[in-house]
Each structure stands twice: as structure tokens, then as C-alpha cells.
């Protein structure tokens, strides 16, 4: 059964760091294209970062901040966060799809997603 499972999410203070871990088991197709995207109340749910068959993509907000990366090896995408900000308060939610079609920002693309994992960063 094709299943995600997010973890390293946390309270951190403004500035810290956190890193995100999110075991894959899906289809090998599935795991070339992979993404973080997060939510918070009343917002839409955002991508964030989006690994495309090695190559990475940013959103603006995150951008110079946060790293996605992969480890092939145990099946795990990862997300290094850096200079946490407040607003960075939010769910964060992997995601893995094929075909590897559309955007890597667009949610209704991905057709596996995990469970999410809290991460709260206070001033």
C-alpha cells in the first residue's frame, strides 16, 4: 500500500532549524517527483519545494532558507529548514505523484500525500 509518513516537525524559536523526513513508499515513477507544501487555517495548502528528477524548485517565501533533498538509498525526502520565521507556522504535508506532469506547485497534481507534521516557530 502506497503510503508517506512525514516526521521531524517541532517548536522552535525565530531563527532556529528543523529538518523534515518523509519515508516514501510508493512506486519508483512516484518517487521522481516529490514535494513539501504546507497549510495553515484558512489558507489554501502551498507548495513550498518540489524535487522534479533531481532538479529542485522553490517557492519564493523559502527560497535561500530551506533545501529539499532525496536519499534513494532509504526512500526519504527531506526538508532542511533554516532561519525560521513565525510565519513559517504551518502543516507540512510530502507529496509524490506520477506521471510527472504539471506544475510541482500544484496540489491537485499529486496523487499521495502523508499524514502532515506540525511545525510551530515562535518569536
Known amino acids: 500500500q502506497a503510503q508517506l509518513v512525514e516526521s521531524g516537525g517541532g517548536s522552535v524559536q525565530s531563527g532556529g532549524s528543523l529538518r523534515l523526513s518523509c519515508v516514501a513508499s510508493?512506486?519508483?515513477?512516484?518517487?521522481?517527483?516529490m514535494g513539501w507544501f504546507r497549510e495553515t487555517p484558512g489558507k489554501e495548502r502551498e507548495g513550498i519545494a518540489g524535487?522534479?528528477?533531481?532538479?529542485?524548485y522553490y517557492a519564493e517565501s523559502v527560497k535561500g532558507r530551506f533545501t529539499i533533498s532525496q536519499d534513494n538509498t532509504k526512500n526519504t525526502l527531506y526538508l532542511q529548514m533554516n532561519s525560521l520565521k513565525p510565519e513559517d507556522t504551518a502543516m507540512y504535508f510530502c507529496?509524490?505523484?506520477?506521471?510527472?506532469?504539471?506544475?510541482?506547485?500544484?496540489?491537485?497534481?499529486?496523487?499521495?500525500w502523508g499524514q502532515g507534521t506540525q511545525v510551530t516557530v515562535s518569536s
Open positions: 507529496a509524490a505523484k506520477s506521471p510527472c506532469t504539471r506544475s510541482w506547485r500544484e496540489v491537485a497534481a499529486y496523487k499521495y
Open positions: 524535487v522534479v528528477y533531481g532538479s529542485t
Open positions: 510508493v512506486d519508483y515513477a512516484s518517487r521522481g517527483c
